[in-house]
């Protein structure tokens, strides 16, 4: 609901409402003075296109108000001025300033004053009806300006449809009398409209307000009019635009300060949900620290081997160690884990409690076979690694296999790194070859024992000829260094017959053997036993 046009305007804002509607009766009661008794120029359809503009715009603004405001009144008064839009219309039409040989409305002066009457009845008749609080239903609405719409067509086409109201020589007294009624019953549907608002109107009062008094003034300075184009007429013609200006800028002044209101509590919203999100951030960042401080203590982490197979011999030749963490009986997704954990400065920690738990579980292997870990290049360097893995007394062959969650800024320091692990045997792999440049980056650059395809290269090889042709450049390449390719993520038969036949060493994959927190099953020869 608007903040403002169902709340009491403040008094300046009040005030220039009330001003502009006195300043406009000031200057229609200085338009005789002015006009003297000058016929029809380019005045008359000035005045009566401004009126046209303004009077379809408070028509359009009060019912659009109605939404805003809930106040079904305004839709009788949007109801009122598109009737005053149509009638008006039809008088611009009617002058003999733009027609000169008769257009395609009637110019008598009898088919003139019956259309201004129509109007001015329809416009008193809403301001009424919304007094009343009738209900504005669509149906009801839409037959209250249907009839007047009606009754001005009718007035259009027929010279005098409701009788000789007027002539070259003047207002009958019927007219004189009718429009005398009507601005006593404007006049006292402004002070019951007033009386009704009580010491607190809202906008939307103000604004009917200076729609009926302004429309009373109207038919008063017309009631005074000796006739056409004389006196008090030109008085009235300039209220006839005044008063659906006043209301009109008043209404658009009310909602473009509406939208000022809006845009300042979307303002404040935007900045209380961003300072919400921040605290929640705070918690969040707080929360995931000690969840994080946790597993790097070794609550919650686990490790799952998953068997590297020879693809020919089908012979076990090592495991790759899987890290799994948990926190309440849930799951945690890795990758998450080490980003975060790389995004608080606890990644190198977290990852060396992941590699203790390995080497730790390394009895769960076959004897001769190695253990892979997954170590970042910022851990490599640590000094940590080199001792956990020095420390080992299995005496196992150890791989690690390098990762990229984050680029190598100085090859130099990491080849230092790798060279002190290959000084202790510990042999080195490179992770997701073949997934995009940066491995191909490693590979070149740390001289690694061994090749591991990245599962895209993988997925759908037996189908894919250059799939196929680049994992043949990969084999070719590491049988010219001395290296061995393992491909990681076979899934199927047919996957494994193409990597064998594309002499791929070794391999790992769901359909080999899943991960597993037990031993890596394997039979005396240290052939894999399917699950």
């Given at each position: 609901m608007s903040p403002l046009l169902t709340s009491r305007p403040s008094v300046p804002v009040g005030l220039r409402l009330a001003g502009a509607a006195l300043v406009t009766a000031l200057l229609a009661a200085a338009v005789p003075f002015l006009g003297g008794d000058a016929r029809s120029t380019a005045a008359v359809p000035a005045c009566l296109g401004v009126a046209v503009t303004c009077a379809a715009l408070v028509g359009h603004l009060s019912f659009a108000s109605v939404r805003a405001t809930g106040d079904g009144r305004m839709a009788w008064i949007a109801a009122g001025a598109t009737v005053a839009v149509v009638g008006l219309a039809l008088t611009i039409f009617a002058q003999p300033t733009l027609f000169p040989g008769g257009g395609p409305v009637a110019q008598g002066p009898a088919?003139?004053?019956?259309?201004?009457?129509?109007?001015?009845?329809?416009?008193?008749?809403?301001?009424?009806?919304?007094?009343?609080?009738?209900?504005?239903?669509?149906?009801?609405?839409?037959?209250?300006?249907?009839?007047?719409?009606?009754?001005?067509?009718?007035?259009?086409?027929?010279?005098?449809?409701?009788?000789?109201?007027?002539?070259?020589?003047?207002y009958s007294f019927t007219l004189r009398a009718l429009v005398g009624a009507v601005v006593v019953a404007q006049a006292g549907v402004v002070a019951l409209w007033w009386r009704r608002a009580g010491r607190a109107p809202t906008w939307s009062d103000l604004c009917v307000l200076a729609l009926l008094g302004l429309s009373a003034l109207d038919a008063f300075a017309f009631?005074?009019?000796?006739?056409?184009?004389?006196?008090?007429?030109?008085?009235?013609?300039?209220?006839?635009a005044g008063q659906f200006a006043v209301p009109a800028v008043?209404?658009?002044?009310?909602?473009?300060?509406?939208?000022?209101?809006?845009?300042?509590?979307?303002?404040?919203?935007?900045?209380?949900?961003?300072?919400?999100?921040?605290?929640?951030?705070?918690?969040?960042?707080?929360?995931?620290?000690?969840?994080?401080?946790?597993?790097?203590?070794?609550?919650?982490?686990?490790?799952?081997?998953?068997?590297?197979?020879?693809?020919?011999?089908?012979?076990?030749?090592?495991?790759?160690?899987?890290?799994?963490?948990?926190?309440?009986?849930?799951?945690?997704?890795?990758?998450?884990c080490f980003a975060d954990a790389h995004a608080v400065g606890l990644g190198v920690a977290l990852e060396l409690t992941v590699v203790q738990r390995a080497l730790a579980g390394a009895d769960r292997l076959p004897d001769g076979c190695y253990l892979a870990l997954n170590v970042s290049p910022a851990t490599l360097e640590e000094p940590d690694l080199a001792a956990a893995l020095s420390r080992c007394g299995t005496g196992r062959p150890l791989v690690v296999e390098l990762t990229e969650h984050h680029p190598v800024e100085d090859y130099g320091a990491?080849?230092?790194?790798?060279?002190?692990?290959?000084?202790?045997?510990?042999?080195?792999?490179?992770?997701?070859?073949?997934?995009?440049?940066?491995?191909?980056?490693?590979?070149?650059?740390?001289?690694?024992?061994?090749?591991?395809?990245?599962?895209?290269?993988?997925?759908?090889?037996?189908?894919?000829?250059?799939?196929?042709?680049?994992?043949?450049?990969?084999?070719?390449?590491?049988?010219?260094?001395?290296?061995?390719?393992?491909?990681?993520?076979?899934?199927?038969?047919?996957?494994?017959?193409?990597?064998?036949?594309?002499?791929?060493?070794?391999g790992q994959g769901f359909y080999l053997a899943r991960p597993d927190f037990g031993a890596v099953p394997a039979d005396a020869h240290g052939r894999l036993v399917a699950a």
């Amino acid at each position: 609901m608007s903040p403002l046009l169902t709340s009491r305007p403040s008094v300046p804002v009040g005030l220039r409402l009330a001003g502009a509607a006195l300043v406009t009766a000031l200057l229609a009661a200085a338009v005789p003075f002015l006009g003297g008794d000058a016929r029809s120029t380019a005045a008359v359809p000035a005045c009566l296109g401004v009126a046209v503009t303004c009077a379809a715009l408070v028509g359009h603004l009060s019912f659009a108000s109605v939404r805003a405001t809930g106040d079904g009144r305004m839709a009788w008064i949007a109801a009122g001025a598109t009737v005053a839009v149509v009638g008006l219309a039809l008088t611009i039409f009617a002058q003999p300033t733009l027609f000169p040989g008769g257009g395609p409305v009637a110019q008598g002066p009898a088919a003139g004053a019956a259309r201004y009457l129509v109007w001015h009845a329809a416009l008193l008749a809403c301001g009424a009806i919304a007094l009343a609080g009738w209900a504005p239903e669509p149906r009801r609405l839409v037959i209250f300006g249907g009839l007047g719409a009606l009754l001005l067509v009718w007035a259009a086409v027929a010279s005098a449809p409701f009788g000789p109201l007027a002539s070259r020589d003047g207002y009958s007294f019927t007219l004189r009398a009718l429009v005398g009624a009507v601005v006593v019953a404007q006049a006292g549907v402004v002070a019951l409209w007033w009386r009704r608002a009580g010491r607190a109107p809202t906008w939307s009062d103000l604004c009917v307000l200076a729609l009926l008094g302004l429309s009373a003034l109207d038919a008063f300075a017309f009631l005074l009019a000796s006739q056409p184009y004389a006196g008090a007429w030109w008085a009235s013609l300039a209220l006839r635009a005044g008063q659906f200006a006043v209301p009109a800028v008043g209404l658009l002044v009310g909602f473009i300060a509406v939208a000022g209101k809006v845009r300042e509590f979307e303002d404040e919203l935007r900045a209380t949900l961003l300072l919400d999100r921040a605290r929640m951030n705070i918690r969040r960042t707080e929360h995931d620290r000690t969840q994080l401080d946790r597993l790097v203590r070794g609550d919650g982490v686990a490790v799952a081997l998953q068997p590297i197979v020879h693809l020919v011999s089908g012979l076990v030749v090592g495991a790759e160690a899987l890290a799994r963490f948990s926190a309440g009986g849930r799951a945690i997704p890795p990758e998450r884990c080490f980003a975060d954990a790389h995004a608080v400065g606890l990644g190198v920690a977290l990852e060396l409690t992941v590699v203790q738990r390995a080497l730790a579980g390394a009895d769960r292997l076959p004897d001769g076979c190695y253990l892979a870990l997954n170590v970042s290049p910022a851990t490599l360097e640590e000094p940590d690694l080199a001792a956990a893995l020095s420390r080992c007394g299995t005496g196992r062959p150890l791989v690690v296999e390098l990762t990229e969650h984050h680029p190598v800024e100085d090859y130099g320091a990491l080849s230092a790194a790798l060279d002190r692990l290959r000084a202790l045997g510990v042999r080195v792999a490179v992770d997701d070859v073949g997934s995009g440049f940066a491995s191909f980056r490693h590979v070149t650059r740390v001289n690694p024992d061994i090749l591991k395809l990245d599962r895209t290269l993988v997925c759908g090889i037996d189908d894919d000829p250059v799939r196929q042709s680049l994992a043949a450049a990969i084999v070719a390449f590491a049988a010219d260094v001395g290296a061995t390719v393992v491909s990681e993520g076979i899934e199927s038969e047919s996957e494994l017959s193409c990597l064998r036949d594309l002499s791929v060493s070794c391999g790992q994959g769901f359909y080999l053997a899943r991960p597993d927190f037990g031993a890596v099953p394997a039979d005396a020869h240290g052939r894999l036993v399917a699950a």
